[in-house]
């Protein structure tokens, strides 16, 4: 589909319809864009699963959301850490346990921007770890009843893919040379976005085309991000960066995603989000990706390289 369909304002939830039946599984949504992202679904009539390491922030959030929308709203949390793989591990095996479908899977924490340089338990660069392995464990292990529900993974990158190195920087993957919260942010969302056109292209292969794969990023929003795991200064500079016209809603922030995991005949080849100024606001839809995102050598031996880590084998 052509995004400009969506006309002036771009993509919005204008365009969601009555979404009861459907079953959404996100990741982080005790702020931010996945916060808004589950509000909405939920106001449609969506089943939520929330996956997020904090059980006092969730509970806190879904009083919120009660308070909101009310009592009736399908909402149900899974403890998972994306920082620990036998956290992911566990919640990927509760979600099959307990869920029935997965209309979309959306991958949306993160961390980003951390100071120093900080290894998780399993060994991988904390941003790397967090925002790229974790989410690669739980797709894979969450592809059987994906693929079941002829659903959805929506992965959330960000235009951070297009700083650092541009690259995977396969010879020192935990940057023990030459750390910068910068260079290993992009790295991850980098990682991220690139495994979402390579999971497309074996999907393809394999004939398993009943289940699509997207990446999107919500441009520049006013969220928790930077102050969760950002340094002093990076907080400075970007709550003087919340005050600039250069910022939008952490509401508007969650289109992007959710127009991925609903909207009918979209494009996977395409790169979602704000389509204004430097890709940071604006309405949503497809916008130019760099051709290194889409890097066969390299996309093909990052699948290996994070498979080798993680332990998941997709069969495909
Ligand atoms: N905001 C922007 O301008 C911007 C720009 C580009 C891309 N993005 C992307 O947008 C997505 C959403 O971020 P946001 O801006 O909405 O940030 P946010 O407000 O900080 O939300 C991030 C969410 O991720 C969760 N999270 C962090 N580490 C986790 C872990 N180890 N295990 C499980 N959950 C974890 C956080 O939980 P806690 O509450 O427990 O910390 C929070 O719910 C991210 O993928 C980010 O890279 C944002």
């Known amino acids: 589909m052509n995004t400009k369909e969506f006309g002036k304002q771009g993509w919005t939830p204008d365009r969601l319809g009555n979404l009861s039946g459907k079953t959404y599984v996100i990741t982080g949504t005790t702020s931010g864009t996945g916060y808004e992202a589950a509000r909405i679904l939920l106001s449609k ?59 979309a899977l959306l991958c949306n924490a993160a961390i980003a ?12 660069e904390s941003q790397l770890g967090v925002n790229h392995y974790g989410h690669f464990t739980l797709q894979g292990l969450l592809f059987p009843l994906i693929e079941k529900s002829k659903g959805r993974i929506v992965t959330v990158g960000s235009m951070g893919y297009d700083m650092g190195i541009k690259t995977i920087k396969f010879d020192d993957m935990n940057w023990d040379k030459d750390y910068t919260p910068n260079d290993a942010y992009s790295q991850s969302k980098l990682a991220q976005i690139m495994s979402v056109y390579e999971l497309q292209d074996r999907l ?46 952490a509401e508007k922030g969650a289109y992007p995603q959710l127009m991925c995991a609903t909207e009918k005949d979209l494009d996977q080849k395409a790169f979602y989000g704000p389509t204004g100024r430097s890709n940071w606001i604006g309405p949503v839809g497809a916008h130019k990706l760099e051709p290194h995102a889409k890097d066969k050598a390299v996309a093909g031996k990052l699948w290996t390289v994070s498979e080798e880590a993680t332990g998941v084998k997709w069969n495909f």
């Open 45 to 103: 009539g969506a089943k939520v699963v929330m996956l997020n390491r904090s059980a006092k922030k969730t509970e806190e959030v879904i009083a919120t959301l009660k308070k909101e929308l009310g009592n009736d709203i399908d909402v149900s949390f899974i403890l998972m850490d994306l920082a620990e793989q036998a956290s992911v591990r566990a919640a990927a095996a509760e979600v099959l346990e307990k869920v029935k479908r997965i209309d």
């Open 113 to 124: 921007q951390v100071p120093k340089q900080k290894l998780t338990v399993d060994g991988f």
């Open 204 to 249: 393809e292969k394999a004939g398993k085309t009943d289940v699509k794969a997207y990446a999107c990023h919500p441009g520049s929003s006013r969220t928790s991000l930077i102050a969760t795991s950002g340094s002093l200064m990076m907080r400075i500079i970007f709550g003087l960066m919340k005050l600039s016209p250069l910022t939008q809603s």
